[in-house]
């Protein structure tokens, strides 16, 4: 399971860190990712990170603005979110792809499961 949480409300130009804790499972051997979704949108891909390899991989829309990190010692995968815009308002999920040791990054939907409940991230103009 995962659970994740961190989200708010934001004025433009602001930051939020989401985290994202897992349990019931060896974290450091899987691939984690985020994704978002507003309202009457398609649930779409943030970022992802690697159990071992040190490159990320980003949606154009948010590289250079959003940094994921995780700490295997406390099982937890953050999204450290700097300049919001109000186009990233959403409801924000983590989620786990199940290979483990997975070599390659998706930036698939139907590769994860596990999804967290979302944490609701609103930027204000």
């Not at 897992?22 to 979704?37: E, L, T, V």
């Not at 919001?84 to 499961?113: G, H, N």
């Amino acid at each position: 399971q995962v659970a994740d949480s961190g989200g708010g409300l934001v004025q433009a130009g602001g930051s939020l860190r989401l985290s994202c804790v897992a349990s019931g499972r060896d974290f450091n051997i899987y691939n984690m990712a985020w994704f978002r979704q507003s309202p009457g949108e398609e649930r779409e891909f943030v970022a992802a990170i690697s159990w071992g390899s040190p490159s990320p991989i980003y949606a154009t829309s948010v590289q250079g603005r959003f940094t994921i990190s995780r700490d295997n010692a406390k099982n937890t995968v953050y999204l450290q979110m700097n300049s919001l815009k109000p186009e990233d308002t959403a409801v924000y999920y983590c989620a786990v792809d199940p290979r483990s040791w997975a070599m390659i990054l998706s930036r698939r939907r139907d590769v994860y499961d596990n999804w967290g409940q979302g944490t609701q991230v609103t930027v204000s103009s």
